[in-house]
């Protein structure tokens, strides 16, 4: 799990439904029990290695998660999400994602996953998130002879404790997979004291519909402060994949500590947990061919307006940017052209989207006087360095009862009688908020504004190609690189080539220089004369595209009279 800091102390909001006790699909009886010995001995066989990303132990835990796929009848591949520091890691290690798929009678995917890194090499990391990876594994394997429709991927993703970065990375990897996952589950944390919570944006609480019912739930609705913990269900959120997270909130006395040992954890409420996470999965499948409700969605004199089937829930997407679950005729555009998308589910999650060109109108803001309301959030300065996916739309009220309606501005946009605390899942870059708060005699009473900036900033490593020296049998040199990589543009990410350079010296060779490029970059290895210096270095080049457009680096590297050339591309789109 990890914890987010928000600069300058911007909010973040997450509905969280502490359990849901709901009806059992009649299949759901059909699985077999979960095993809490299983999840136990699993768990305890994690903590015995040091999982933290750069530890020297870099492959054996993954190595172990990818075998326990295999015998539970996955079909097993593995993903690199980074290479600096690591570039000559085998696949099988802490850099990699581990994906183990179990196909379905459709293309349709249900995710679920866990992170199996930890925040350091200090702490065993057994509910933070060994007892998660175990459970995971658990139900997959409870589910190996239940026929199902829909593909599942099961994922141990690395580098959640740094910043979401196997999640992301998958996901940026793999966009032709976001239309085909239904939603996606993610294990945080669920082994420690006796109660699990879910949480979920109000938009995806169809899933709720598909839990089974369980003792270890109580039905709550909250909301999460601006440090809370997050993890990689937010990865998918952002990607407008609908997620929910299954956790329990006791793992923050030893979270990140070495206290996080696998003696202190309730095995019994993990097996729970394996239980409803596959009573979801199977009876969201049992209801997968149901289709979603359609809406007729329109734009008049600026206001988004829509039917729709009673009960159905709507989901608004203006420009990218999504306004959450919103009534018809609460949303007005501001002036101009606007990409108008109104989302709703069926009950097994199938999706419908209805999409519109709208043209706003010209707004005026109403006159403030009064303190009625205030934003105690924001500010012109304030940047949200964001791996989490949603930010609260929240106020205060000085005197809630002298105040009849509260209208939000975001971005321009109007959304009347705006609920407090109200979840948006922007985009990157700046944005602005406006809240107005009316009176009994609809007088404006008071307002407030902020302003701040979405920087969902990370670090994005590409595989720049091999150099070789190889002076075994004479010298000679190789260059390689791999085919063009495509990958989806940003302006908030740090782009970075890593070429690995690999140099195998005998002790024969006297007083040779092998010389590695890497467009201006260089590296020389000189030979030391009766010693075999044989060794492997990195060679790390920043791209900076302004935007999208192909993007090309040229290696190199040289021994005497022999030399190697090639070069590497990216295509941002």
């Given at each position: 799990?990890?914890?987010?800091?928000?600069?300058?102390?911007?909010?973040?909001?997450?509905?969280?439904?502490?359990?849901?006790?709901?009806?059992?699909?009649?299949?759901?009886?059909?699985?077999?029990?979960?095993?809490?010995?299983?999840?136990?001995?699993?768990?305890?066989?994690?903590?015995?290695?040091?999982?933290?990303?750069?530890?020297?132990?870099?492959?054996?835990?993954?190595?172990?998660?990818?075998?326990?796929?295999?015998?539970?009848?996955?079909?097993?591949?593995?993903?690199?999400?980074?290479?600096?520091?690591c570039y000559f890691d085998p696949e099988l290690s802490l850099s990699s994602n581990i994906i183990g798929v179990r196909e379905g009678a459709t293309d349709e995917i249900v995710v679920i996953c866990a992170h199996y890194d930890t925040a350091d090499p200090e702490t065993p990391g057994a509910d933070d998130n060994a007892a998660g990876v175990a459970t995971m594994l658990e139900v997959a394997r409870i589910l190996e002879d239940i026929t199902l429709n829909r593909t599942i991927y099961f994922i141990a993703f690395g580098g959640e404790e740094t910043g979401l970065d196997g999640s992301r990375r998958w996901l940026a990897d793999n966009?032709?997979?976001?239309?085909?996952?239904?939603?996606?589950?993610?294990?945080?944390?669920?082994?420690?004291?006796?109660?699990?919570?879910?949480?979920?944006l109000p938009q995806h609480r169809w899933i709720l519909n598909t839990l089974p019912s369980s003792t270890c739930l109580d039905e709550v609705t909250m909301h999460l402060p601006s440090a809370a913990a997050e993890g990689d269900e937010d990865s998918f959120r952002a990607a407008m994949i609908p997620a929910l997270r299954i956790y329990e909130e006791e793992s923050r006395q030893i979270m990140h500590t070495p206290d996080d040992r696998p003696e202190c954890l309730n095995y019994t409420l993990a097996a729970e947990c394996a239980r409803i996470v596959a009573g979801t999965v199977v009876g969201s499948d049992v209801a997968a061919g149901d289709p979603a409700p359609g809406i007729d969605l329109r734009v008049e004199d600026g206001t988004i307006v829509f039917t729709r089937p009673e009960d159905t829930i709507v989901e608004v997407i203006v420009d990218g940017t999504s306004l959450g679950v919103l009534p018809s005729g609460s949303v007005t555009l501001p002036e101009g052209p606007h990409t108008v998308q109104a989302i709703t589910y069926g009950p097994g999650g199938s999706r419908s989207v209805t999409t519109i060109t709208g043209i706003g109108v010209e707004t005026e803001l109403p006159d403030a006087s009064g303190n009625a309301v205030a934003i105690q959030w924001g500010g012109e300065r304030e940047v949200i360095y964001a791996t989490f996916a949603s930010v609260q739309l929240s106020y205060h009220l000085e005197n809630p009862d002298e105040v009849t309606q509260v209208d939000g501005y975001f971005d321009g946009i109007l959304i009347q009688n705006l609920d407090n605390d109200h979840p948006v899942v922007p985009t990157s870059g700046p944005h602005t908020f406006i809240v107005v708060a009316y009176g009994s005699d609809g007088e404006v009473i008071g307002a407030n504004q902020t302003a701040f900036t979405i920087q969902k900033f990370r670090i994005v490593d590409f595989d720049g190609g091999l150099l070789q020296v190889d002076e075994t049998g004479g010298a000679s040199c190789s260059a390689s690189t791999r085919p063009t990589y495509s990958c989806a543009y940003s302006p908030d990410e740090d782009y970075r080539v890593v070429v690995g350079c690999e140099y195998v010296d005998t002790a024969d060779a006297f007083l040779q220089t092998a010389a590695f490029w890497v467009g201006e970059r260089e590296y020389h290895i000189y030979d030391i004369p009766f010693l075999d210096n044989s060794q492997r270095h990195e060679i790390a080049l920043r791209l900076e595209p302004e935007g999208p457009g192909t993007y090309q680096w040229n290696i190199s590297c040289s021994r005497g009279d022999k030399n190697a050339v090639g070069s590497g591309s990216v295509i941002f789109y």
């Amino acid at each position: 799990m990890q914890h987010l800091s928000v600069v300058g102390g911007g909010s973040v909001i997450l509905i969280i439904f502490i359990g849901i006790v709901l009806a059992s699909p009649a299949s759901a009886l059909e699985i077999p029990a979960p095993d809490p010995e299983r999840i136990e001995q699993t768990t305890y066989d994690l903590c015995t290695f040091e999982r933290a990303l750069g530890s020297e132990e870099r492959v054996e835990a993954a190595t172990y998660i990818a075998e326990t796929m295999e015998e539970y009848g996955l079909s097993v591949g593995t993903e690199r999400f980074a290479y600096t520091n690591c570039y000559f890691d085998p696949e099988l290690s802490l850099s990699s994602n581990i994906i183990g798929v179990r196909e379905g009678a459709t293309d349709e995917i249900v995710v679920i996953c866990a992170h199996y890194d930890t925040a350091d090499p200090e702490t065993p990391g057994a509910d933070d998130n060994a007892a998660g990876v175990a459970t995971m594994l658990e139900v997959a394997r409870i589910l190996e002879d239940i026929t199902l429709n829909r593909t599942i991927y099961f994922i141990a993703f690395g580098g959640e404790e740094t910043g979401l970065d196997g999640s992301r990375r998958w996901l940026a990897d793999n966009p032709d997979l976001h239309d085909r996952i239904v939603f996606a589950i993610s294990l945080d944390c669920v082994a420690l004291g006796d109660r699990l919570h879910i949480s979920v944006l109000p938009q995806h609480r169809w899933i709720l519909n598909t839990l089974p019912s369980s003792t270890c739930l109580d039905e709550v609705t909250m909301h999460l402060p601006s440090a809370a913990a997050e993890g990689d269900e937010d990865s998918f959120r952002a990607a407008m994949i609908p997620a929910l997270r299954i956790y329990e909130e006791e793992s923050r006395q030893i979270m990140h500590t070495p206290d996080d040992r696998p003696e202190c954890l309730n095995y019994t409420l993990a097996a729970e947990c394996a239980r409803i996470v596959a009573g979801t999965v199977v009876g969201s499948d049992v209801a997968a061919g149901d289709p979603a409700p359609g809406i007729d969605l329109r734009v008049e004199d600026g206001t988004i307006v829509f039917t729709r089937p009673e009960d159905t829930i709507v989901e608004v997407i203006v420009d990218g940017t999504s306004l959450g679950v919103l009534p018809s005729g609460s949303v007005t555009l501001p002036e101009g052209p606007h990409t108008v998308q109104a989302i709703t589910y069926g009950p097994g999650g199938s999706r419908s989207v209805t999409t519109i060109t709208g043209i706003g109108v010209e707004t005026e803001l109403p006159d403030a006087s009064g303190n009625a309301v205030a934003i105690q959030w924001g500010g012109e300065r304030e940047v949200i360095y964001a791996t989490f996916a949603s930010v609260q739309l929240s106020y205060h009220l000085e005197n809630p009862d002298e105040v009849t309606q509260v209208d939000g501005y975001f971005d321009g946009i109007l959304i009347q009688n705006l609920d407090n605390d109200h979840p948006v899942v922007p985009t990157s870059g700046p944005h602005t908020f406006i809240v107005v708060a009316y009176g009994s005699d609809g007088e404006v009473i008071g307002a407030n504004q902020t302003a701040f900036t979405i920087q969902k900033f990370r670090i994005v490593d590409f595989d720049g190609g091999l150099l070789q020296v190889d002076e075994t049998g004479g010298a000679s040199c190789s260059a390689s690189t791999r085919p063009t990589y495509s990958c989806a543009y940003s302006p908030d990410e740090d782009y970075r080539v890593v070429v690995g350079c690999e140099y195998v010296d005998t002790a024969d060779a006297f007083l040779q220089t092998a010389a590695f490029w890497v467009g201006e970059r260089e590296y020389h290895i000189y030979d030391i004369p009766f010693l075999d210096n044989s060794q492997r270095h990195e060679i790390a080049l920043r791209l900076e595209p302004e935007g999208p457009g192909t993007y090309q680096w040229n290696i190199s590297c040289s021994r005497g009279d022999k030399n190697a050339v090639g070069s590497g591309s990216v295509i941002f789109y």
